[in-house]
Nanobody
Framework: VQLQASGGGLVHAGDSLRLSCAASGLRVSNSVVGWFRQAPGKEREFVAVIRGTSNNRNYKASVKGRFMISRDNAQNTLYLQMNNLEPEDTAVYYC?????????????????????WGQGTLVTVSS
C-alpha cells in the first residue's frame, strides 16, 4: 500500500488549498481514511476522517466549517479542501488509511488504528 500526498504550499491567511492523497494497493472507498498534521515543535494531531463504508465524516473542532474531507472512488484519491486558512494551520499534513472499514467516533484520532501513512506535505500560512 502506498499513499502519495501532494498539494501543500505557501499561502496567505484567508486563502484556500486542496491537498490530495493518491492511494494504491487499498481502496479509499472501503477504508477508514483521514488527515493528520504536525506543526513545528508539536505532536501530530488528527484533522479529519471519513469513517470507511459508513461515509461519516468528522473534524477537529478548530477546522470544522473551514476544511472538508472527501474522496474520489474512481480516482482512488482522498482530498482535504482547506478554506479560510489561518497561520495556526501551518503544519506538515499527512494522509492516513486503515485496513478497517469502520471505526467508532472515539477512536478516529487514535493513530494506532491507521496502518498506512503518506509522506507528508507542508502547508505554510503567512499572516
Amino acid at each position: 500500500v502506498q499513499l502519495q500526498a501532494s498539494g501543500g504550499g505557501l499561502v496567505h491567511a484567508g486563502d484556500s488549498l486542496r491537498l490530495s492523497c493518491a492511494a494504491s494497493g487499498l481502496r479509499v472507498s472501503n477504508s477508514v481514511v483521514g488527515w493528520f498534521r504536525q506543526a513545528p515543535g508539536k505532536e501530530r494531531e488528527f484533522v479529519a476522517v471519513i469513517r470507511g463504508t459508513s461515509n461519516n465524516r468528522n473534524y477537529k473542532a478548530s477546522v470544522k466549517g473551514r476544511f472538508m474531507i472527501s474522496r474520489d472512488n474512481a480516482q482512488n484519491t482522498l482530498y482535504l479542501q482547506m478554506n479560510n486558512l489561518e497561520p495556526e494551520d501551518t503544519a506538515v499534513y499527512y494522509c492516513a488509511a486503515s485496513d478497517r472499514q469502520y471505526v467508532i467516533l472515539s477512536q478516529v484520532d487514535n493513530e494506532d488504528i491507521y496502518d498506512y501513512w503518506g509522506q507528508g506535505t507542508l502547508v505554510t500560512v503567512s499572516s
